[in-house]
């Protein structure tokens, strides 16, 4: 596609409830990152994907968190027993891979903001 | 402990001013990146410098990556309201198990009055 899209745009869940997010990248882009980005601050980075390979999860906070990128395009991070303290914006880049992404940068997507009642 | 250290954090100022905004680190890069995000929106790319010492302009935006390439600087001339938004510097490496990976700063949130 023309861009990076994220679905849903708005998610609220309930606590204890398992959520999936997902991201489309754009066509060509083989490297795909995930980042959570709290209000006015920087993103920070979750996992990241070189096709359907994950090379890097250190960011995941813990194991509910999982993401996966099957066919090497669309991924999903999913959170499982949802908390309070998961609420934030999501978001999704893709990137030229490797080197490609230190001087071309990120597309980043419009993210999924997750709130957890 | 945040790679990136960006200040200052918060910036208001009045149509037509100068500004500078830092980015600072402990830590050699390879490349860094800066990007502007405005409300509601996922961050742009406006440069990336690789070259210690390098200038770039992009319009009334002065970047600049540090010799010795562990900081950066993003100068606003004759600020206008629509340069309001997020800005956000980021950091790369080259090599090794990071390659790829960006990180960010926690941003200068900064408002141009009219």
């Known amino acids: 596609g023309a861009g990076v899209s994220q679905s849903p745009r708005y998610k609220v869940t309930k606590r204890g409830q398992d959520v999936a997010l997902r991201c489309d990248p754009i066509s060509g882009h083989v490297s795909l990152y995930w980042y959570r980005q709290a209000l006015g601050q920087g993103p920070e980075f979750l996992t990241y994907f070189n096709y359907e390979a994950q090379q890097d999860k250190s960011g995941l906070p813990n194991d509910r968190f999982s993401a996966e990128r099957p066919e090497g395009s669309i991924s999903t991070l999913t959170i499982q027993r949802t908390e309070q303290r998961d609420s934030a914006m999501y978001r999704c880049?893709?990137?030229?891979?490797?080197?490609?992404?230190?001087?071309?940068?990120?597309?980043f997507g419009s993210g999924t903001r997750l709130t957890v009642v | 402990t945040q790679l990136l250290e960006q200040s200052p954090q918060f910036l208001s100022i009045q149509e037509g001013e100068n500004l500078t905004v830092y980015c600072n680190s402990s830590?050699?890069?390879?490349?860094l990146q800066w990007y502007r995000q405005e409300p509601g929106e996922g961050p742009v790319l406006l440069v990336t410098v690789v070259t210690g010492g390098e200038v770039k302009k992009l319009k009334r935006l002065t970047f600049q990556f540090g010799d010795a390439r562990k900081d950066s600087s993003l100068h606003i001339t004759a600020a206008q309201p629509g340069d309001t938004g997020l800005y956000l510097c980021?950091?790369?490496?080259?090599?090794?198990?990071?390659?790829?990976?960006?990180?960010f700063g926690r941003g200068t949130q900064l408002t141009v009055w009219p």
């Open positions: 980021a950091g790369a490496w080259d090599r090794g198990s990071t390659l790829g990976r960006l990180y």
């Open positions: 880049a893709s990137s030229l891979v490797g080197q490609g992404a230190n001087r071309y940068g990120y597309t």
């Open positions: 830590s050699v890069f390879s490349s």
